[in-house]
């Protein structure tokens, strides 16, 4: 199948500095992990093909940087998303604590159609250290309150990685089946009047 017949969907991942966007984006493509800590200047892009209910599609995965002098930057990232990854440390109460401002910042910043409706997956990572400041009850809980899935997991150990994602592809793909012209069965028609281009004749009066 041509890259041009595949469908592109883009989902950002976003959350405070230092919960591990970019270990979790990492495992999931690449299937590594690495105990150096980088902290995300602006952006970083990765790609991965996966089949979601038997379609094959692109997958855009942005990781964004959590720190405030480059949340400026959200405007331009966060538009065209399809979906939205939120991101925080299970050992950290104030990584939590952040999320309704993240998600609140990515409906400003994005201004998706229908917000109402459009798909947030929450991600307690580090579910491999020993110290958890956040209980899962509360994460559950909070994610009814806003109408988001949720997920545990550690980019660390390498589990449960993937089901995140294809949680947040496949509700990236009905949101981008609903809101994509071509998917709603609609051609467009265009009319294109012939001209009459048969020489007149000249008025001799």
Excluded at 78 to 106: I, N, Q
Aim: charged share 20%; with cysteine; glycine share 6%.
């Amino acid at each position: 199948m041509s890259a041009w017949n595949k469908a592109h969907l883009k989902v950002i991942l976003i959350g405070n500095s230092g919960v591990g966007k970019s270990s979790f984006m990492n495992q999931y493509v690449n299937h590594r992990f690495t105990n150096t800590y980088r902290a995300t200047i602006g952006a970083d892009f990765l790609t991965k093909e996966i089949t979601v209910d038997g379609r094959l599609i692109v997958l855009q995965i942005w990781d964004t940087a959590g720190t405030e002098r480059f949340q400026s930057l959200g405007n331009a990232l966060y538009r065209g998303a399809h979906c939205c990854l939120l991101l925080f440390d299970v050992s950290s109460m104030t990584s939590f604590s952040s999320l309704s401002d993240w998600l609140k910042e990515f409906l400003v910043q994005a201004d998706p159609p229908e917000p109402t409706s459009f798909p947030f997956v929450v991600i307690g990572n580090k579910t491999d250290l020993r110290k958890r400041e956040v209980p899962q009850r509360l994460a559950l809980d909070w994610c009814k309150k806003v109408g988001a899935k949720y997920f545990e997991g550690s980019a660390k150990e390498g589990v449960d990685v993937d089901k995140p994602f294809q949680t947040a592809a496949r509700a990236a793909l009905q949101r981008y089946n609903t809101h994509t012209l071509e998917s709603t069965g609609r051609n467009i028609q265009i009319k294109v009047e012939q001209v009459d281009d048969t020489p007149k004749a000249h008025c001799l009066c």
